[in-house]
């Protein structure tokens, strides 16, 4: 350990040494970014114009899209940066944020999507006391809850990664600075580090997982006593979407975060970190609009009042 510095600063995974990839990587991402950012704010500047959409379904939709759009506007843009000037670099303190980041983003992300199948479960098992179960006081209180536990939890995370020394090498095989690939950089030893995210991940993401299952156990057991017709089609639609978001969020931050040190590769933990971190964001929009109905006559709606008010003030 008397040979051991400390570094100040990190240098990321580069997708290729060659120029032209490089930049491909950097306009190929770029556009993901653009068409990401569009979508899920435009779902929110829907969501929150059209009176008809200020319900609970449509207001974590509305938070889920703000939050994806931060999510990935942490990893993206760094890395396009990066490409287009042929640099890796990022600075101590800018890994850092990168940390605390992904992994608040990535616990409040997992909340609203607990906190929507249970407004799907109010919905469609208890519609009569959906009003009284999912209130406008309960729907801001369980944000408030998600943001400040998540600010908690990647605080803990981060401060604990960040006092260890990291002296083997400074370069992190991913393309955003994340804890697993930090602690393999550490020469101190990180079983401490190591069991306390796998403790704290196995009980806070098992708990929404099992939490998620049960309620789409009594959603589909419910669905399915429906008579055949619109209505049972109508609820299948409403839930597929969330159940696609939470598979592919879920697998892929379980494989990156839980799979062991020594059988992980650098390629496959970039794979399946662009799943979680860039993948939801960017389809989120896509699922929860494409097949609803509601969504896309509010679109139309706003889109014919801007084009009226074009017009009206051209003449």
Known sequence: M????TTTDFLLMEVSHLRDLQV????FFSLIYLVTIMGNLGIAVVTTLDQSLHTPMYF?????????SC?????VPKSCINSLRGSSSISEAGCAAQVFLVVFCTFVELLFLTVMAHDRFAAICKPLHYHSVMSPRLCVL??????????GYAGLHTSSTFRLPFCRSHAVQQLFCDIPSLLKLSCSDTFGNRLSLLVSFLVFGGGCFTFIIKSYIHIFSSVLRLPVGADRKKAFF??????????????????????????????????????YSVVPPLFNPVIYSLRNEQIKRAIRTLMTRTCSGSVLGLK
Do not use: E
């Open 142 to 151: 369980s944000t408030l809850a998600s943001v400040l536990s998540g600010l």
């Open 71 to 75: 999510f990935i506007s942490v990893t």
């Open 2 to 5: 008397s040979n051991s510095t």
């Open 60 to 68: 974590f939709l509305r938070n889920l899209s703000v939050l994806d």
């Open 24 to 27: 491909f990587h950097a306009t």
């Open 238 to 275: 409403t839930c597929v979407p969330h159940i696609l978001v939470v598979s592919v969020f879920l697998s892929s931050a379980f494989c990156v975060y839980l799979s062991p040190s020594g059988t992980s590769t650098s390629i496959r933990d970039m794979v399946l970190s662009v799943l």
